[in-house]
Nanobody, 123 residues
């Protein structure tokens, strides 16, 4: 069993940066690839970024490539999403999820989910 807690969300102006953290409990976190997804009201949750267990494989949605980076510290059971050059369209609730070793792009691949953290980007 893995429990995930996101933090680091908030209100930021367009062009600004935020770093989200996903802290995991449980000694088995190092077996799980981790993904970030986001959701706006009335829309489906969408993939943002993911990272494999060793951190050597990463994936990004086209909409965030070149602006967001993902990293992990397995010793701290934490995954980070660094978000730069934020845009109003990045406004959403961001969720982290634990899934397959190599991570993936689809929600169905992930077994454990956090409660989400709100990110709001003002224009």
């Amino acid at each position: 069993q893995v429990q995930l807690v996101e933090s680091g969300g908030g209100l930021v102006q367009a062009g600004g940066s935020l770093r989200l953290s996903c802290a995991a409990s449980g000694r088995t976190f190092g077996r799980y690839g981790t993904g970030w997804f986001r959701q706006t009201p009335g829309k489906e949750r969408r993939f943002v970024a993911a990272i494999s267990v060793p951190g050597t494989t990463t994936y990004f949605a086209d909409s965030v490539k070149g602006r967001f980076t993902i990293s992990r510290d397995n010793a701290k059971n934490t995954v980070y999403l660094q978000m730069n050059s934020l845009r109003p369209e990045d406004t959403a609730v961001y969720y982290c999820a634990a899934g397959p070793y190599l991570a993936g792009r689809t929600q169905a691949e992930y077994s454990y989910w956090g409660q989400g953290t709100q990110v709001t980007v003002s224009s």
